[in-house]
């Protein structure tokens, strides 16, 4: 995973720690997410499938009770490639990986 320094809003140079094209990529016990901006594109049933994956708008939903996966198909799209370079990026292994 990779981070960065919340230096600059602990000492209020700025308001945020991430700009809007910053990307969270997290994979664990079958459980996966990719983040950028106000866009998250998140997996928690296991066993693992990209199938699976339910998309939000953060800044609209913030709770994310609204799956907008069928609605936001090109968002959907562009999350999910964004997903997959990010895990290839990250080492990030699946099961069909092997």
């Not at 016990?29 to 990209?50: C, D, H, I, T, Y």
């Not at 199938?51 to 968002?75: I, K, M, W």
Request: charged share 30%; no cysteine.
């Amino acid at each position: 995973m990779r981070g960065e320094s919340m230096t600059p809003l602990l000492t209020r140079v700025t308001d945020t720690v991430h700009d809007d094209q910053y990307v969270t990529t997290l994979y664990h016990g079958g459980q996966a997410l990719v983040r950028r901006g106000r866009w998250k594109l998140v997996n928690l049933e296991g066993p693992f499938s990209e199938d699976s994956f339910e998309l939000f708008d953060l800044q609209q939903d913030p709770g994310e009770t609204t799956n907008l996966a069928g609605g936001e198909s090109e968002r959907f799209a562009e999350m999910l490639a964004l997903w997959r370079s990010e895990r290839r990026a990250l080492g990030i292994l699946l099961p069909e990986d092997f």
